[in-house]
């Protein structure tokens, strides 16, 4: 295994895990509760169904359930972690952490555990943290996990919105110990300036949600679509070109972004010019899972044998979201 050299804390990907809901929200589903049709969506986003949380679902359920399946793909137990961070923006209570929630269900009593919020950018953000964690010797096992139910916070009569999103959750194990998946440093980012592009208006200090908030649908997420495509458009290629010249000795075997929109995505592809076998998108099955959304594909790529591929080149990962925040990032798998 991998581990130190010459005093450098090298960090790696010990395991993944991911969880899903059962529950399948299919395009034809939409078409009883809206104005749409199964073509409209597919052809505009590229989304076919998403999974749903159902009653006894929470945030807090499913990134446990990625915990564990990320554990058992590492060999580890949860008393060999020293740190759980869960990126989120649909914790199970303002406070305390959800982080907190999934550090009791696994009994994982030496970690400390917290949330971060950064939207679609989070698990990157998270894996940038466990990383530091470990070089800064503070925490020898990391696990950072992005889980999210959008479903509770959607507004099903906002066509714009509701067909976009969906939930699930994913995790990795960082450690100073591994065989592959060296994690490379990350960069975050955000402007503040796009704070209302993508929100939720009510339900903090700054505004309680009230009954008068709910009849204007301020407690429901709400984006505006034309600036959120611009702005990942972008965002993407320059991530994207950015971790491609921080190692340029290395060759591209693989992209995972954030999995946000087909269209956004192959638009991206054709400006950076590379074939589409080496994005890897599952956004047809899931949707939009935010902070999930990496993670999951992350998840997906090592238990298919996807990123096999990949194998001593780079793999890339970029994101953009509410906030706004963005953030790229790699492996050398």
């Known amino acids: 295994m991998s581990g130190a050299v010459s005093g450098e804390i090298r960090v790696g990907i010990r395991g993944t895990g991911s969880a899903l809901p059962p529950k399948v929200l299919r395009n034809a589903d939409f078409e009883k509760m809206i104005d749409t049709t199964d073509e409209w969506i597919t052809t505009r986003t590229g989304i076919k169904e998403r999974r749903i949380v159902g009653d006894g679902e929470t945030t807090a359920t499913l990134a446990t359930e990625a915990a564990r399946r990320a554990l058992d793909a590492a060999g580890m137990q949860p008393s060999d972690l020293d740190a759980i961070v869960v990126a989120t923006v649909t ?24 949330d971060i919020s950064a939207a679609c950018s989070g698990f990157l953000y998270g894996l940038n943290i466990g990383r530091s964690l470990i070089v800064a010797r503070s925490a020898r ?8 139910t959008l479903s509770r916070i959607v507004d099903y009569t906002d066509r714009a919105a509701c067909i976009l999103f969906g939930d699930g959750a994913g995790a990795a194990i960082l450690s100073h110990e591994f065989e592959r998946g060296e994690v490379l440093p990350h960069r975050i980012y955000a402007d503040g300036g796009g704070y209302e592009i993508m929100w939720l ?4 200090s700054a505004q309680r949600i009230t009954p008068e908030a709910m009849a204007a649908g301020q407690h429901y997420l709400r984006i505006r679509g034309r600036e959120v495509y611009k702005f990942a458009v972008s965002r993407f290629v320059e991530l994207v070109q950015e971790q491609r010249a921080a190692h340029p000795g290395d060759a591209l075997g693989l992209v995972i972004p954030h999995q ?47 990123i096999d591929a990949a194998r001593g080149k780079l793999v890339i990962f970029c994101a953009f979201g509410a906030g706004l925040t963005w953030a790229s990032g790699a492996l050398r798998w």
């Open 201 to 204: 208006q009510a339900g903090g």
């Open 91 to 114: 914790p199970d209570n303002q406070f305390p952490s959800t982080a907190c929630k999934v550090q009791a269900a696994l009994g994982a009593t030496r970690a400390g555990a917290f």
């Open 260 to 306: 946000v929109n087909l269209r956004i995505i192959e638009s991206a592809r054709e400006k950076l010019d590379i074939p589409m076998e080496q994005i890897f998108c599952n956004i047809e099955k899931y949707g939009n899972t935010s902070a999930a959304s990496i993670g999951i594909a992350l998840d997906e790529a090592v238990r298919t044998g996807a």
């Open 141 to 148: 096992n990391v696990l950072v996990i992005g889980a999210e």
